[in-house]
């Protein structure tokens, strides 16, 4: 089992949809989790980031986090084509008492105008 | 403000020559990480740094070595440099002030450009 799982799509969403990606880890004592997008060519940038169970809003962007389940997902409303990217999950697991972030290999959005 | 400089951008080496790559972080920031990114495995990790001290270390053979800095500029080095090593090579910074990475402190990474490595 892969430490971190994410659909690699190709994901379509219509322009003005909500874009929702998934993404799940296996450390159960995991404790903070990241959103990166990456423009093809281009490096990963931070774009969200939760550590608490629920909600946290960012503009268009929302992350959810449900620790009991494992599983952390990342919402994009109103989603426009220069949405069109790669979404990187990353995950905080503790490693020989420090913290390491696994990646997931990324789901590819695409925005349909 | 600078972000993460990494250099060079390209590099094409022959199989078996060594390879050393550099990453300038953010100033103020004193954890370096570096990753390995390759279409077919994603982003994997390589070692981390703090304070000239590598904290963690991924699962790559022992060709793989890195160092850093006093002044928290990080080098990372292949040796014996094989195909399957040919990849894009990104270093990431991050303002770990306390070197605890507090889960709430949201300390996320700001990466270089990377430099893309190529082996023939």
């Known amino acids: 089992q892969k430490e971190v799982e994410q659909n690699s799509g190709p994901l379509s969403v219509p322009e003005g949809a909500i874009a929702s990606l998934n993404c799940t880890y296996s450390?159960?004592?995991?404790?903070?989790f990241f959103w990166y997008r990456q423009y093809s060519g281009k490096s990963p940038e931070l774009i969200m980031f939760?550590?608490?169970?629920g909600d946290k809003e960012d503009g268009r962007f929302t992350a959810q986090l449900n620790k009991a389940s494992q599983y952390v997902s990342l919402l994009i409303r109103d989603s426009q084509p220069s949405d069109s990217a790669t979404y990187l999950c990353a995950v905080n697991m503790e490693s020989g008492g420090y913290q390491k972030v696994t990646f997931g290999t990324g789901t590819k959005l695409q925005v349909i105008p | 403000k600078a972000g993460v400089t990494q250099t060079p951008r390209y590099l094409i080496k022959t199989r078996g020559q060594q390879v050393t790559l550099s990453c300038s972080p953010i100033?103020?920031?004193?954890?370096v990480s570096w990753y390995q990114q390759t279409p077919g495995q994603g982003l994997q990790f390589l070692f981390e740094?703090?304070?000239?001290?590598?904290?963690n270390k991924g699962n790559f053979p022992g060709r793989f070595s890195g160092r850093q800095f006093s002044n928290s500029r990080s080098e990372m080095n292949v040796s014996t440099l094989e195909l399957g090593d040919s990849a894009l090579y990104l270093c990431?910074?991050?303002?770990?002030?306390?070197?605890?990475?507090?889960?709430?402190?949201?300390?996320?990474?700001?990466f270089g450009s990377g430099t893309r490595l190529t082996v023939v």
């Open positions: 990431a910074s991050s303002l770990d002030v306390k070197g605890d990475l507090s889960p709430w402190a949201g300390y996320g990474y700001t």
């Open positions: 939760i550590y608490s169970n």
């Open positions: 740094y703090f304070s000239e001290t590598q904290r």
């Open positions: 450390d159960r004592g995991s404790q903070s």
């Open positions: 100033s103020g920031h004193r954890s």
